[in-house]
């Protein structure tokens, strides 16, 4: 396994969240892909399999030899998987080395360089690449909104951010989920993420149940999030 270890960061434990806490033990790391390949049909997202998530990304990314991708958050290293198979160079983290290791060990052989780092401060240098992946991680890091500006400021200009995340749909199941005894989760509303993201705008969106996915690219130039003419959202 090509494991890099990253720079020295505050492991700040007492600010991750319990759902950021249980991805630390080994038990999770070693359930967390059968619970991947099944969960989001579960939440709604009725005929989603692994297969088809995959095949939509990479139609609407396109990632491609010659390009440098960001996995944030890869637990079992499944968008890692697909963007090294596309031929993409992939950097994958997490905040977790068991599922780090869990993850090297089902996408081995795919030259994916591993790293354990906290994504709400990196520390990787700006605009270092042409796209990020990001995998429900929003809704459990610690502080959402930290966490998507650092990865816009990762993204080279022209660079595509993809997200797929569970949005707020209300109910009692999502309140209790974000107390932080039972999860500290985030389900963020669309347009809070657009307002997160100065500086790029949505060109695609998807529902699927509560289940959303996202695609951003970085403005060339100009500052400020819009979105782009035809990127209403569809229902898969
Ligand atoms: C829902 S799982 C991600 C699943 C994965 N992206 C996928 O699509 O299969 C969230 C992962 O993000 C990691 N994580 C949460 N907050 C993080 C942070 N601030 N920095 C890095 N990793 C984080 C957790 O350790 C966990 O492995």
Redesign the pocket.
């Known amino acids: 396994m090509n494991r890099m270890p990253g720079p020295p960061q505050h492991q700040e434990n007492l600010n991750l969240t319990l759902a950021?806490r249980s991805?630390l033990w080994a038990p999770t790391a070693r359930g967390y892909h059968a619970w991947?390949a099944g969960s989001l049909r579960l939440l709604g997202a009725r005929g989603l399999t692994l297969a088809r998530e995959a095949d939509l990304m990479t139609a609407l990314c396109r990632p491609g030899p010659g390009q440098r991708w960001l996995d944030?958050?890869?637990?079992?290293g499944?968008?890692a998987g697909v963007l090294a198979r596309a031929g993409a160079q992939v950097l994958a983290?997490?905040?977790?080395a068991p599922?780090l290791q869990e993850a090297g060990r089902r996408q081995r052989g795919l030259g994916i360089e591993w790293r354990q780092?906290?994504?709400?401060r990196s520390g990787l240098p700006a605009a270092g690449f042409d796209g990020v992946t990001v995998?429900?991680?929003l809704?459990?890091?610690?502080d959402p909104a930290r966490?998507l500006s650092e990865l816009a400021r990762l993204l080279r200009p022209g660079g595509q951010l993809w997200l797929?995340y569970l949005r707020r749909t209300g109910g009692p199941l999502q309140a209790a989920l974000e107390r932080a005894a039972l999860g500290g989760l985030t389900f963020p509303d669309p347009a809070w993420v657009a307002r997160a993201l100065p500086g790029l705008r949505l060109t695609h969106g998807l529902n699927t149940g509560a289940v959303r996915f996202e695609r951003y690219e970085v403005e060339r130039s100009a500052k400020g999030s819009s979105a782009a003419p035809g990127a209403a959202t569809r229902t898969l």
Do not use: I, V
């Not at 780092?117 to 709400?120: A, D, P, S, V």
């Not at 809704?139 to 610690?142: A, D, P, S, V, Y």
């Open positions: 950021q991805n991947r944030a958050g890869t637990s079992s499944f968008y983290a997490d905040l977790s599922m780092l906290n994504l709400e995998g429900a991680t809704n459990e890091t610690h966490l797929m």
